[in-house]
Nanobody, 124 residues
Framework: QLQLVESGGGLVQAGGSLRLSCVAS????????MGWFRQSPGKEREFVAA????????YYADTVKGRFTISRDNTKDTVYLQMSSLKPEDTAIYYC?????????????????WGQGTRVTVSS
């Protein structure tokens, strides 16, 4: 089993920045795709960003492109989501996920492992 634990959420003013962390433990995941999703009440889980654990170009949702940056630190088994220029519409619970597939996908059901989520609230 692979366990994912997110942290770093909180309350931030619009225009501010926040960095989320996701620490993985358990099974190795050197070939995994790591992704970030978010979900607001009454809405479907929305893709945010993803990156291959082995490296390569990350992929971003259009809504966050240019503002968010996904990265990973193999030595710490950690993936990050650096969020800048935050907007009230970014308010959501953010989830870290891992996919055992080959290609990066934006479909939530394709991901095999999920963290518990960390709440991000952006005030105007």
């Amino acid at each position: 089993q692979l366990q994912l634990v997110e942290s770093g959420g909180g309350l931030v003013q619009a225009g501010g920045s926040l960095r989320l962390s996701c620490v993985a433990s358990g099974r190795t995941f050197s070939t995994f795709i790591m992704g970030w999703f978010r979900q607001s009440p009454g809405k479907e889980r929305e893709f945010v960003a993803a990156i291959r654990w082995s490296g390569g170009s990350p992929y971003y949702a259009d809504t966050v492109k240019g503002r968010f940056t996904i990265s990973r630190d193999n030595t710490k088994d950690t993936v990050y989501l650096q969020m800048s220029s935050l907007k009230p519409e970014d308010t959501a619970i953010y989830y870290c996920a891992a996919d055992r597939g080959i290609a990066i996908t934006t479909i939530a059901r394709s991901y095999d492992y999920w963290g518990q989520g960390t709440r991000v609230t952006v005030s105007s």
